[in-house]
């Protein structure tokens, strides 16, 4: 970590008397009270994880999220290879809302590694009844699937360990169990989770500046996806603007009105994937691969002290709402070569959105 330096000059004025005391002899020092004294070392420093003017750390989120109407095309359920095209589809209006609460707090914050352990709790509410028509079989058990609504809950950990003043890794990794589940008849099951992890290596060259490589295991394309990972955090000269990126899976452009005002402007790919399990869906192993890109305004001001709000809005743009079944109950990879048929080929029209939340936040 680049220390600052302020250089100090003080200006003492003196005074002369009308005399001086010639008797006055200044006292010799006595070297030999330091030659008992031991070097400690040389004195390590590490990067540090954050630069100028980066938005805040969020400890606890609580948000709310509003999508608007889109058209779901839906395909009848069966098995479509990829580059497939789907005639025989259905057209319905679908829009959701729901509750967003994540927490991340640190277990260990020290100079040579920072540890972070989080959790989350979101949902989505769905309103899809154009699809209830019963002589439409299979969009008709989709329908009923998706009206129950999508939970997510998941555990995380974020692991930043400096390797000396500028190099550094950053550890991500996440279990999250998500679907239609009620918690009643339908309960999420652990056979059912799904992992995801990250692992960035990158450089701090000076206090406006962080960027890195990596390798992500992930969800958020809606199927499990092998990724490659680039940071680049900048702040300028002036302090007035900079960037946060992690692409592909967000980047922002951040304009610093004052300390209290911040807004930043990009995307975010949002997804994972969901069990449909309260049996309409005459499959055992269904899942809707679901994800989106959110192109958003983000205003982040500060309340009072650590609480800040936040306002979002822009536009959803569907990224995948396929649905598979998986064989054996057993996730696959199948990536941008991949030959596994499709249960269900499904698409969404863009949708605005919005969403407000307020955070405790480390500054």
């Given at each position: 970590?680049?220390?600052?330096?302020?250089?100090?000059?003080?200006?003492?004025?003196?005074?002369?008397?009308?005399?001086?005391?010639?008797?006055?002899?200044?006292?010799?020092?006595?070297?030999?009270?330091?030659?008992?004294?031991?070097?400690?070392?040389?004195?390590?420093?590490?990067?540090?994880?954050?630069?100028?003017?980066?938005?805040?750390?969020?400890?606890?989120?609580?948000?709310?999220?509003?999508?608007?109407?889109?058209?779901?095309?839906?395909?009848?359920?069966?098995?479509?290879?990829?580059?497939?095209?789907?005639?025989?589809?259905?057209?319905?209006?679908?829009?959701?809302?729901?509750?967003?609460?994540?927490?991340?707090?640190?277990?260990?914050s020290?100079?040579?590694?920072?540890?972070?352990?989080?959790?989350?709790?979101?949902?989505?509410?769905?309103?899809?009844?154009?699809?209830?028509?019963?002589?439409?079989?299979?969009?008709?058990?989709?329908?009923?699937e998706?009206?129950?609504?999508?939970?997510?809950?998941?555990?995380?950990?974020?692991?930043?360990?400096?390797l000396?003043?500028?190099?550094?890794?950053?550890?991500?990794?996440?279990?999250?169990?998500n679907?239609?589940?009620?918690?009643?008849?339908?309960?999420?099951?652990?056979?059912?989770?799904?992992?995801?992890?990250?692992?960035?290596?990158?450089?701090?060259?000076?206090?406006?500046?962080?960027?890195?490589?990596?390798?992500?295991?992930?969800?958020?394309?809606?199927?499990?996806?092998?990724?490659?990972?680039?940071?680049?955090?900048?702040?300028?000269?002036?302090?007035?603007?900079?960037?946060?990126?992690?692409?592909?899976?967000?980047?922002?452009?951040?304009?610093?009105?004052?300390?209290?005002?911040?807004?930043?402007?990009?995307?975010?790919?949002?997804?994972?994937?969901?069990?449909?399990?309260?049996?309409?869906?005459p499959?055992?192993?269904?899942?809707?691969?679901?994800s989106?890109?959110?192109?958003?305004?983000?205003?982040?001001?500060?309340?009072?002290?650590?609480?800040?709000?936040g306002?979002?809005?822009?536009?959803?743009?569907?990224?995948?709402?396929?649905?598979?079944?998986?064989?054996?109950?057993?996730?696959?990879?199948?990536?941008?070569?991949?030959?596994?048929?499709?249960?269900?080929?499904?698409?969404?029209?863009?949708?605005?959105?919005?969403?407000?939340?307020?955070?405790?936040?480390?500054?």
């Amino acid at each position: 970590m680049k220390l600052k330096y302020l250089s100090f000059m003080f200006l003492i004025p003196f005074w002369g008397v009308s005399q001086v005391d010639s008797t006055y002899e200044e006292e010799e020092e006595d070297y030999s009270m330091y030659e008992n004294v031991e070097a400690v070392g040389d004195i390590v420093t590490w990067a540090s994880p954050k630069i100028f003017d980066l938005s805040p750390n969020k400890f606890i989120t609580v948000g709310y999220d509003l999508a608007g109407t889109s058209t779901l095309t839906t395909s009848r359920i069966g098995s479509f290879a990829p580059d497939e095209e789907i005639t025989d589809t259905r057209e319905s209006k679908l829009n959701y809302h729901g509750l967003r609460i994540n927490a991340n707090i640190p277990v260990v914050s020290l100079s040579s590694i920072v540890w972070q352990m989080g959790a989350g709790y979101n949902t989505a509410y769905m309103n899809n009844e154009d699809l209830m028509d019963t002589s439409f079989v299979s969009q008709s058990q989709f329908a009923n699937e998706l009206n129950e609504g999508l939970t997510s809950i998941n555990l995380n950990t974020t692991v930043f360990k400096p390797l000396d003043e500028k190099n550094f890794l950053i550890f991500q990794g996440l279990v999250e169990v998500n679907g239609n589940y009620d918690f009643g008849s339908s309960s999420p099951s652990l056979s059912n989770a799904k992992y995801s992890a990250a692992l960035v290596y990158g450089r701090r060259p000076h206090d406006r500046l962080q960027w890195g490589v990596g390798l992500s295991r992930t969800y958020r394309a809606g199927e499990l996806n092998y990724i490659p990972l680039i940071m680049y955090n900048f702040t300028s000269k002036s302090r007035k603007w900079g960037t946060e990126i992690l692409f592909p899976a967000r980047a922002a452009y951040r304009r610093k009105i004052n300390p209290r005002n911040i807004l930043l402007a990009g995307y975010e790919l949002e997804g994972s994937s969901y069990r449909l399990q309260q049996g309409n869906v005459p499959l055992d192993n269904f899942e809707f691969r679901r994800s989106e890109i959110r192109l958003r305004l983000d205003y982040q001001r500060q309340l009072v002290g650590f609480v800040w709000v936040g306002i979002q809005g822009g536009m959803i743009l569907n990224y995948s709402a396929n649905a598979d079944d998986l064989p054996n109950n057993k996730d696959f990879y199948r990536g941008f070569f991949g030959d596994q048929p499709f249960a269900m080929k499904n698409t969404l029209s863009p949708a605005p959105y919005f969403q407000v939340s307020v955070s405790l936040v480390s500054l």
